[in-house]
């Protein structure tokens, strides 16, 4: 069955980075669209950015100049660097293909 591993989430102070990484399995990897979606308390989950089986990128006007979605087909895996985070950051991040969904991790932003 297909499964989707986070890693990667944890607290940082604003101004920081971190890189997510979500490991899939049980899909053909390079020919899916990957996605990273986070949900903060309180919101509706949110598109933060995606990319496609060919490498073209597309990214939440919040996230902009700041993350950046990357894939290596050879390891199964898709990231997101966040660099510059800011409190309003914080989330449980997902990572999706098509109707699947990972357990999510937690971003925390706090001085």
Same mark, same amino acid.
């Given at each position: 069955?297909?499964? @989707?591993? /986070?890693? #990667?989430?944890? +607290?940082?102070?604003?101004? /920081? !980075? @971190?890189? +997510?990484?979500?490991?899939? %399995?049980?899909?053909i990897f390079r020919f899916n669209v990957m996605g990273w979606y986070r949900q903060a308390a309180g919101k509706e989950r949110e598109l933060?950015? %995606?990319? !496609?089986?060919?490498?073209? =990128?597309?990214?939440?006007? !919040?996230? &902009? #100049?700041?993350?950046?979605?990357?894939?290596? $087909?050879? &390891?199964? =895996?898709?990231? @997101?660097?966040?660099?510059? +985070?800011?409190? /309003?950051?914080?989330?449980?991040?997902?990572? $999706?293909?098509?109707?699947?969904?990972?357990? #999510? =991790? @937690?971003?925390?932003?706090? %001085?």
């Open positions: 069955q297909v499964q @989707l591993v /986070e890693s #990667g989430g944890g +607290l940082v102070q604003p101004g /920081e !980075s @971190l890189r +997510l990484s979500c490991a899939a %399995s049980g899909i933060v950015a %995606s990319i !496609s089986s060919v490498g073209r =990128t597309n990214y939440a006007d !919040s996230v &902009k #100049g700041r993350f950046t979605i990357s894939r290596d $087909n050879a &390891k199964n =895996t898709v990231y @997101l660097q966040m660099d510059s +985070l800011k409190p /309003e950051d914080t989330a449980v991040y997902y990572c $999706n293909t098509g109707f699947h969904w990972g357990q #999510g =991790t @937690l971003v925390t932003v706090s %001085s």
